[in-house]
């Protein structure tokens, strides 16, 4: 099952995947393909993300969401930071439809040093058919 949590989770791992070079051009299309629309789902997440923040977050003088400089969003009451936290949770847990596995084969790594690692592979597992 894809989520956004899912995608935001496996971006490193996935990111590696593209900088190998694989011995057959439909593959690379095929996960160019994909990041594009992995890119298009994260760009959905991080505008649902500002709303809810805008949402509860704590307003600085002139409306705007207060945000330390590391990161954290401040709130005025835990009210809104527990509110906060639900729907960001909901958010990050909804599943995602619309993507297809692309099939690795190991035949296709021009070079086996560029086989990923078990455990790249068993993340990444809701995108690519290991075969």
Same mark, same amino acid.
């Given at each position: 099952?894809?989520?956004?949590?899912?995608?935001?989770?496996?971006?490193?791992?996935?990111?590696?995947?593209?900088?190998?070079?694989?011995?057959?051009?439909?593959?690379?299309?095929?996960?160019?393909?994909?990041?594009?629309?992995?890119?298009?789902?994260?760009?959905?997440?991080?505008?649902?993300?500002? %709303?809810?923040?805008? @949402?509860? !977050? @704590?307003?600085?003088?002139?409306?705007? !969401?207060?945000?330390?400089?590391?990161?954290?969003?401040?709130?005025?009451?835990?009210?809104?930071?527990?509110?906060?936290?639900?729907?960001?949770?909901?958010? %990050?847990?909804?599943?995602?439809?619309?993507?297809?596995?692309?099939?690795?084969?190991?035949?296709?790594?021009?070079? @086996?040093?560029?086989? $990923? !690692? $078990?455990?790249?592979?068993?993340?990444?597992?809701?995108?690519?058919?290991?075969?």
């Amino acid at each position: 099952m894809i989520t956004y949590n899912y995608l935001l989770q496996t971006m490193a791992q996935f990111n590696k995947l593209l900088t190998i070079n694989f011995s057959s051009f439909k593959l690379s299309r095929n996960l160019m393909l994909l990041k594009k629309k992995i890119d298009s789902e994260l760009a959905i997440y991080i505008e649902l993300e500002k %709303k809810v923040i805008d @949402k509860y !977050a @704590k307003k600085d003088e002139n409306g705007n !969401a207060v945000i330390s400089a590391d990161g954290i969003v401040e709130f005025d009451n835990d009210e809104n930071k527990d509110a906060y936290i639900k729907e960001v949770t909901e958010l %990050k847990n909804t599943t995602l439809d619309g993507f297809e596995k692309v099939s690795i084969f190991e035949d296709n790594f021009k070079d @086996k040093k560029d086989i $990923p !690692a $078990p455990s790249d592979m068993l993340v990444l597992e809701e995108l690519i058919n290991w075969e």
